[in-house]
C-alpha cells in the first residue's frame, strides 16, 4: 500500500466547474514527487487538496491506509511551503519556526532544540533574532523550509518554492531542497511549471493537462519517452512535420511526410494509417546541405548567436522551429537557403496528433 493516495479525488471551486476529475495518485514513503504542467491545470489545487484546504467533493486522501479526508489541515501533520513564503512578518527567525512546535505545545527545551537544528539545516545559523522583514528572498524562503520542517512532517508540500527567486539563487536552492529532502527522506510533492526543476529534484514527475495527470514515471522516463504531444512539448521537444503511419516494425513506424518516409520511434503503440506528429529535440537535428535517408526539407529565416552555440530558425511549410548548432557550423548557413534536417531514428519520435 502507497503511503499517501488519492482515490479519485474530484476538486470544483464552484458548483458545476470540476478542476480537478477522477484524479488517483499513488506515493511512496520518501518519494520526491513533482506535479509538472502549465499555468491552471491544477496543480496548486491538487496540493491544497492534500493539505487540507480544500475538501473533495468526491474520493478519499489516504496516508497510511487512513482516511484524511475530513481530518482539518492543522491536524494533518504535513508541512506547507508557499511561493510567496507567508512568514509571520511581526515575528523574527527563530518565532517564525518554532510556530508549529508551540501550537503543538512541546516544551520550551525542545522547541529551543528543534528550532535550532532545523534553522542549522538550512544555513541560517546566526540569524534567530532576526527580524524575516530584514532577510533576502533566499533567506526568507529557507526559513519557510525550516519551519515547514521543525514540525517532522508525514509530507512536505511546496508550491513553487522557488519562482520569486532569481536565476543563480534558483539553481543553489534547489540543490539545497534535494539534499535537504534526502537527509531527512521525507515524502514530497513539489508543484513547478518549469521542466527542468522537475527532472533535477524528482523520483517521479507526475504530468498534468486540464486538471487529469497526463503522464507519470521518473524523470528519465518523461524526459525521454513522452506519451503525448503535449508532454512532448512541455518537455522540450518541437513539434516538426505531420504525417501518417504507413509501416511499422518492432518499435520504429515508417511515416509518410511530404512525399518521403521517415522511420521514427515509437513510444504508444500506433495504427496503421493513423495521423501523427514528428517531434525532435533542437541539439539531436543536424542541418545539412544534401538529401539522403530521414531527412526533411527545410527553408533558414535567421540565426542568432547565443554564446556557446547557434540557434538556427527553420521553416517546413508554415512551421517555424529552432536547431541548435556549434558556432563553427554556423558560418555555412544563410538566410532563405534551403537545407535539410538529419535525424537519427532514435532521436525522433512519432505521437499521436492531437486536436488543438
Ligand atoms: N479560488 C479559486 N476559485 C475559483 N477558481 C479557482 C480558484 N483557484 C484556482 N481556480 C481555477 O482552478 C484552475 C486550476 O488552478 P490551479 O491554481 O490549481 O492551477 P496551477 O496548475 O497551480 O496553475 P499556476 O501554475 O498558475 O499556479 C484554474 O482554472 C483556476 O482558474
Given at each position: 500500500m502507497a503511503f499517501l493516495q488519492l482515490q479519485n479525488i474530484s476538486v470544483a471551486y464552484q458548483k458545476n466547474l470540476m478542476i480537478l476529475e477522477d484524479l488517483n495518485l499513488q506515493i511512496e514513503k520518501g518519494t520526491f514527487l513533482s506535479l509538472l504542467g502549465p499555468s491552471g491545470c491544477g496543480k496548486t489545487t491538487t496540493l491544497r487538496t492534500i493539505a487540507g484546504f480544500l475538501t473533495p467533493i468526491k474520493g478519499k486522501i489516504l496516508l497510511r491506509g487512513n482516511?484524511?479526508?475530513?481530518?482539518?489541515p492543522h491536524r494533518r501533520n504535513m508541512g506547507v511551503v508557499f511561493q510567496n513564503y507567508a512568514?509571520?512578518?511581526?515575528?523574527n527567525v527563530f518565532q517564525n519556526v518554532a510556530f508549529g512546535l508551540k501550537m503543538r505545545k512541546l516544551n520550551k527545551n525542545e522547541i529551543d532544540q528543534k528550532v535550532r537544528k532545523a534553522i542549522a539545516l538550512v544555513g541560517l545559523s546566526g540569524f534567530e533574532e532576526r527580524s524575516v522583514t530584514q532577510l533576502s528572498g533566499g533567506q526568507q524562503q529557507r526559513v519557510a523550509i525550516a519551519r515547514a520542517v521543525v514540525i517532522e512532517p508525514d509530507v512536505l508540500l511546496m508550491d513553487e518554492p522557488l519562482s520569486n527567486l532569481d536565476a543563480n539563487l534558483r539553481l543553489e536552492m534547489r540543490n539545497e531542497i534535494k539534499q535537504l529532502q534526502e537527509k531527512l527522506g521525507i515524502t514530497t510533492v513539489y508543484v513547478t511549471h518549469d521542466q527542468s526543476e522537475a527532472v533535477a529534484l524528482s523520483d517521479q514527475i507526475v504530468v498534468m493537462k486540464n486538471g487529469k495527470i497526463e503522464q507519470i514515471g521518473n524523470p528519465e522516463n518523461v524526459f525521454a519517452n513522452p506519451e503525448t504531444a503535449f508532454v512532448a512539448k512541455f518537455m522540450g521537444f518541437q513539434e516538426l512535420i505531420k504525417g501518417v503511419v504507413k509501416q511499422i516494425i518492432e518499435n520504429f513506424a515508417f511515416i509518410i511526410t511530404e512525399n518521403r518516409i521517415i522511420r521514427a520511434r515509437m513510444i504508444t503503440p500506433l495504427k496503421l494509417g493513423e495521423k501523427v506528429v514528428l517531434f525532435s529535440r533542437p541539439k539531436k537535428i543536424k542541418l545539412v546541405k544534401d538529401d539522403g535517408e530521414n531527412r526533411f526539407s527545410a527553408t533558414v529565416i535567421s540565426k542568432i548567436f547565443q554564446g556557446d552555440s547557434v540557434a538556427i530558425i527553420l521553416k517546413i511549410g508554415e512551421k517555424r522551429f529552432v536547431v541548435e548548432i556549434e558556432p563553427s557550423q554556423a558560418e555555412q548557413f544563410f538566410e532563405n537557403q534551403n537545407v535539410f534536417l538529419h535525424i537519427l531514428s532514435e532521436d525522433l519520435i512519432a505521437l499521436k496528433e492531437e486536436d488543438e
Open positions: 482516511d484524511y479526508t475530513q481530518i482539518p512568514l509571520f512578518p511581526h515575528m
